[in-house]
């Protein structure tokens, strides 16, 4: 499968706790985009890397939430002390720079779930 | 500021009716792309079309066609003949390419399309 790749798929935590998500991305993609998803809503937009530089994060990035990509490779995706706001589905995509905005390809997303 | 207005939150159809989704966009860029993304049950966002500021063209894919009007901010899609398979929540999404935010979407609530039997 070549896809992007999400894991774990759903993840239920205790509030308080800390949780970390993987996304490994098509493997030929330099850009690699982390949303969150709640219901009823469309994909907001959390941050953004360029091979292994993160250029953009969005104010929905608290100071609880970081991402790293370190090799240019896989993404993680860490919130510390979680809370019951953080539930939602997180999804990441990946896309080549080569061609202006060209499309995202999205991952099947983590589901958080926060008690 | 950027904004992406489904304004039709859910639409229900019999198998084999046309059906078209609304998209209004809001954004001061003259560069920008505007795109369609079908998200099924099963979650993941799957990508229909990308479309450039600058192509004002009609584009039909199949039972899929598009219907792009800078004059009213507007990237319509419908589906001729819809089939149960259709059924599935459909986003549009905009990218502005000026400034330092290439590529990162900025998506409507989407619109829940069911196509019944």
């Known amino acids: 499968d070549t896809g992007v790749s999400q894991d774990p798929r759903h993840k239920i935590t205790k509030r308080g706790q800390n949780v970390t998500f993987r996304c490994d991305p098509i493997?030929?993609?330099?850009?690699l985009y982390w949303y969150r998803q709640t219901l009823g809503q469309g994909p907001e937009f959390l941050t953004y890397?360029?091979?292994?530089?993160?250029?953009?994060k969005s104010r929905l990035l608290s100071d609880r939430f970081s991402a790293e990509r370190p090799k240019g490779s896989f993404s993680t995706l860490e919130i510390q002390r979680t809370e019951q706001g953080d539930s939602a589905m997180y999804l990441c995509?990946?896309?080549?720079?080569?061609?202006?905005?060209?499309?995202?390809?999205f991952g099947q997303g983590t589901r958080l779930t926060v008690v | 500021a950027q904004k992406v207005t489904q304004a039709q939150t859910e639409i229900s159809v019999v198998e084999k009716e046309d059906v078209t989704l609304d998209c209004v966009y809001e954004t001061r860029d003259t560069t920008y792309y505007l795109f369609w993304y079908k998200q099924p049950p099963s979650g993941e966002l799957v990508f229909l079309i990308r479309?450039?500021?600058?192509?004002?063209q009609n584009e039909i894919s199949g039972r899929y066609s598009w219907n792009f009007q800078k004059s009213t901010s507007s990237f319509n899609f419908t589906i001729t003949a819809s089939q149960v398979v259709d059924s599935a929540v459909y986003f549009c999404?905009?990218?502005?390419?000026?400034?330092?935010?290439?590529?990162?979407?900025?998506f409507g609530k989407g619109t829940k399309l069911s196509v019944k039997p």
């Open positions: 479309r450039n500021s600058f192509d004002e």
């Open positions: 995509a990946s896309s080549l720079d080569r061609v202006a905005n060209t499309e995202a390809f």
């Open positions: 999404a905009l990218s502005e390419a000026d400034g330092g935010s290439q590529g990162n979407l900025i």
């Open positions: 493997s030929e993609h330099n850009r």
């Open positions: 890397f360029q091979n292994e530089a993160q250029l953009e």
